[in-house]
């Protein structure tokens, strides 16, 4: 399961489940009809000939939904365990190379590092061992395209859970690998460092095997297995980043890092004047609302984006802002770690950063990345090794 700790809802929403909501990048389009059309127009024509062309894409049909329930219950299960030790998970979105779950923070342990990246895989081999017993009950003295279903349901599973198992991060075998090393090091950077090359060379490893195949004639299945290796590559150095940046951060209090000179909007300025004066003065995707000195809320690009002309004029910053609540408040002395993960949480941009009931500035994402991106700049090679 490849996890982002931030980020904005994307995609289709299917359903939510326990606050999870599952949702279908558009990508996800992409390969569902690759395997659609491979299942209806190979895989079923050659394990069951003789049948229609409208019987094949039907069970193509249902054997790809029923495969893509199976990922969905394989992240479920990921989602489950991290509930379970704790660990918030806002959502789950299905997209071209697998699925991604937005979690608020990474396991304090590595028990429950491993916890969560073995129910996956191990979701997987049940689905198999179930899909297999439907095949053996329905199976009789004639042969049916229904059996080639379940078998190839049984099948796919279990190597979903054998390719998951792969000792390269962000794999699940990554996390159980990782999970270990954390273990026997007590160092969470150096076990990531590991996986991470680890996951790094297995990716090397599909593109070289997707470039062999390429030469050999399939073209299709090479691609895929080179455009799979970029991603987990890159998957794989940007958590051990990640890890880093967290790592740099700890100490960190909000009060150093937050912005002092807050640009504020009143709450009766009309909206129009909202977009011209400050969203495309200042280039800032959001702004306290303020009356009278008090702070009553944030108005943000999202609040205003989708109103009409006509709304922008008869509509004040007052009447579309989001009221201010304890989700968007943090303290000065909060860690920048505390105040990401509430970022994350409440899928916040910015916070206000209060003491008391005075606002004292504001911390924004974008901010805490240019302050690591300036820190690690900055930073003695002595002491980045250390950290390492």
């Given at each position: ?208 095997f997707g470039a062999l195949q390429i030469f050999a ?172």
């Open positions: 399961m490849a996890k982002q700790v931030a980020g904005k809802a994307r995609g289709i929403k299917l359903f939510t489940i326990r606050g999870i909501a599952v949702r279908l990048d558009y990508s996800w389009f992409i390969v569902f009809a690759l395997v659609l059309f491979s299942l209806s127009m190979g895989y079923f024509p050659q394990v069951y000939p003789g049948r229609s062309v409208q019987t094949y894409w039907l069970t193509g049909l249902l054997a790809t939904l029923l495969f893509f329930l199976s990922v969905i219950t394989h992240e479920l299960a990921h989602s489950f365990m991290a509930l379970r030790s704790g660990i918030k998970i806002h959502e789950i979105t299905l997209f071209i190379f697998g699925g991604m779950a937005r979690i608020s923070e990474e396991a304090s342990v590595p028990e429950i590092e491993f916890k969560i990246a073995v129910v996956g895989p191990l979701t997987s081999f049940a689905l198999a061992g179930l899909f297999w017993l439907i095949r053996f009950a329905i199976s009789g003295d004639q042969p049916s395209i229904v059996v080639e279903l379940f078998g190839y349901l049984a099948w796919i599973n279990v190597a979903l859970g054998v390719f998951n198992l792969v000792p390269g991060f962000p794999l699940d075998g990554g996390r159980l690998l990782r999970a270990f090393w954390w273990w026997k090091t007590g160092s969470l950077v150096r076990a990531t460092r590991v996986a991470s090359d680890w996951g790094k060379g297995f990716a090397i490893a599909f593109m070289i004639g399939s073209l299709v299945g090479g691609l895929w297995l080179i455009f799979i290796g970029m991603f987990l590559r890159g998957m794989a150095e940007a958590s051990y980043q990640d890890v880093l940046l967290k790592k740099s951060m700890e100490g960190t209090r909000v009060g150093e890092v937050m912005i002092r000179d807050v640009v504020s909007a009143s709450a009766d300025l009309p909206v129009k004047s909202l977009i011209s004066d400050y969203f495309l003065r200042y280039g800032y995707r959001g702004f306290p609302v303020r009356n009278n000195g008090k702070v009553l809320g944030v108005i943000s690009l999202s609040n205003v984006k989708d109103l009409s002309a006509h709304e922008q004029d008869a509509k004040t910053v007052g009447e579309v802002m989001a009221p201010i609540s304890r989700e968007m408040i943090v303290s000065p002395e909060a860690s920048i770690t505390d105040a990401l993960r509430k970022m994350a949480e409440e899928n916040f941009g910015r916070l206000l950063v209060m003491s008391g009931d005075q606002m004292v500035g504001m911390i924004t994402q974008t901010g805490v990345l240019r302050f690591l991106e300036m820190h690690n700049a900055l930073a003695r090679p002595e002491n980045r090794s250390s950290k390492q």
